[in-house]
């Protein structure tokens, strides 16, 4: 196994043995990687070691999702750690059920009309906060039409310029009390994938107008001695969404303007340093799509799926402060995290499970097989 570390300016490479725990290891220049192990930070939150394989066994992982080191993580990945079967896919429906909540509670939310087509959806609470801008929002109610009760735009705001800059001014005004994490960047506003753009809307208030969302996850993957690693990223402390947990060696979101293939090539130098003489090389292999539903927030994301095969030389190099450090892990031992624990960022599971089937790591023969393999696209695609 191979950790870079994240900032360092040094292309570092620290070598492990294959051990059953890392407790006895000493790192070769520890200084590298000493922000990276700290085990006298492991929180006690428990996750439960779901198996119908020996189901009379009781396992718990004591790590809480970004509180833990790359120790830990590979204690966790190896097979040798827990007693159960890799064959299981109950750990995997779990984090696939953990990026489509909120279904029952659909009927909380308004449908966000624009010419006749619905881009999105409102909860009433949040509605309450838009009513209070007239010249920007209006709500009217047809009966007797398609939609009912319905959120849209006033008429006087005709072109997506108008409408960009008069919902901006309101995201704005509305702060960060009611729409926390404002990213000064833009997503297009549209009814389906390559469809006309309404308005441009920022990426932090997405969820609150139930807008769809595409981004790009890529696997990184080396293959060696006829073996397969993935580069896995742990999140940076300070990133407002999903600290410090496990991630893809490159993700990002789509924003406006930018063609998902650019959109890979930029990310790889940002979050990893790939030059893009090896990230053209990225394949795109297809999408997962989910629908989450938490309080205000209506998220209908897409992701579309790449995979880039990286000679074993390179280390990738974080540029934009974003990664704390990455490591170089075996698939199946990947397979081993995500079904044990839930230390990835909840989407980046999808995303690897889909590589699980694509790479035949999960098998016909395995109950479930089918109905996994549909459930990474259990939000609409197009």
């Known amino acids: 196994m191979v950790i870079s570390s994240g900032n360092s300016g040094k292309l570092a490479p620290i070598q492990f043995m294959a051990c059953k725990s890392l407790v006895a290891h000493r790192f070769h220049n520890f200084s590298i990687v000493s922000s990276l192990y700290n085990a006298s930070k492991i929180s006690r939150t428990t996750y439960p070691m779901l198996s119908t ?26 097979p040798s750690s827990f007693q159960d079967d890799p064959s299981d896919l109950t750990g995997y429906f779990e984090k696939v059920k953990l990026c489509n909540r909120g279904s029952d509670t659909q009927s909380e939310f308004l449908p966000f009309v624009i010419d006749d087509l619905i881009v999105g959806y409102v909860h009433h609470g949040f509605a309450k906060h838009l009513k209070q ?16 009760a319905y959120l849209t735009l006033h008429e006087s705001l005709k072109t997506p310029e108008d409408r960009t800059h008069a919902v901006g001014d309101v995201v704005k005004c509305l702060g960060k009390e009611v729409i926390p994490g ?12 390559g469809a006309s753009n309404f308005f441009s809307l920022e990426r932090a208030a997405a969820p ?14 080396v293959e060696k001695e006829g073996e397969k690693f993935l580069w896995v990223a742990k999140r940076s402390q300070t990133k407002p969404t999903f600290p410090g947990m496990l991630d893809h060696l490159v993700a990002g979101g789509l924003p406006q303007g930018i063609p998902c293939g650019e959109n890979v090539m930029k990310e790889c130098e940002e979050e990893a340093g790939i030059p893009r003489s090896i990230s053209k090389g990225a394949i795109p292999v297809g999408a997962i799509s989910y629908t989450d539903i938490k309080g205000f927030s209506y998220k209908r994301d897409v992701q579309f799926c790449y995979d880039l095969k990286l000679p074993e030389s390179f280390i990738p190099e974080n540029q934009d402060g974003e990664v ?6 075996l698939v199946t031992n990947v397979a081993n995290v995500i079904r044990r624990t839930q230390l990835f960022k909840p989407n980046c599971t999808l995303v690897i499970i889909d590589f699980l089937f694509r790479h035949g790591y999960i098998n016909p023969e395995s109950s479930g097989y089918l109905e996994l393999l549909q459930s990474l696209r259990s939000g609409t695609c197009f």
């Open 208 to 221: 609150y107008f139930g807008i769809k969302v595409y981004g790009v996850h890529m696997n990184g993957y």
């Open 182 to 193: 404002t990213r000064n960047e833009l997503y297009p506003v549209t009814s389906s994938f």
């Open 133 to 148: 801008y007239p010249n920007v929002f209006i709500f009217p109610r047809d009966d007797c039409g398609q939609f009912g």
């Open 324 to 329: 704390e450090g990455f490591m170089l892990l």
């Open 53 to 78: 394989f020996r189901p009379a066994v009781t396992r718990s992982i004591s790590v809480a999702a970004g509180n833990f080191s790359w120790d830990d993580v590979v204690h966790i990945s190896l």
